[in-house]
């Protein structure tokens, strides 16, 4: 019979687009994201930039899960995705 030798947990955080595809941030930005969460579990922002540039315009905000474009003031939903992974052995 097999068992599982090893269970983890990978986190992936996913912005709407605006075609309505999900778009995932990259691993950095998703571990920045969690590490914000640990820090002040009731929620709050996470402002995207300090982890890559090219976010400088965004923030998300944690209470409503969006993700808010300051220039703009465009907002779009944001999405935690938690995914089981398994290592079977016999």
Not at 16 to 28: D, T
Not at 45 to 53: I, K, M, R
Not at 62 to 89: I, V
């Amino acid at each position: 019979m097999a068992t599982v030798l090893h269970a983890s947990a990978v986190v992936v955080w996913e912005w709407l687009n605006e075609h309505g595809r999900w778009r995932p941030y990259s691993p950095a930005v998703s571990h920045h994201i969690e590490a914000v969460i640990r820090s002040d579990p009731r929620g709050g922002s996470v402002v995207l930039g300090q982890v890559d540039n090219r976010l400088s315009p965004y923030i998300l905000d944690l209470q409503s899960m969006h993700q808010f474009r300051q220039d703009t003031g465009k907002k779009t939903r944001a999405e935690r995705w938690e995914w089981l992974l398994l290592l079977w052995g016999c």
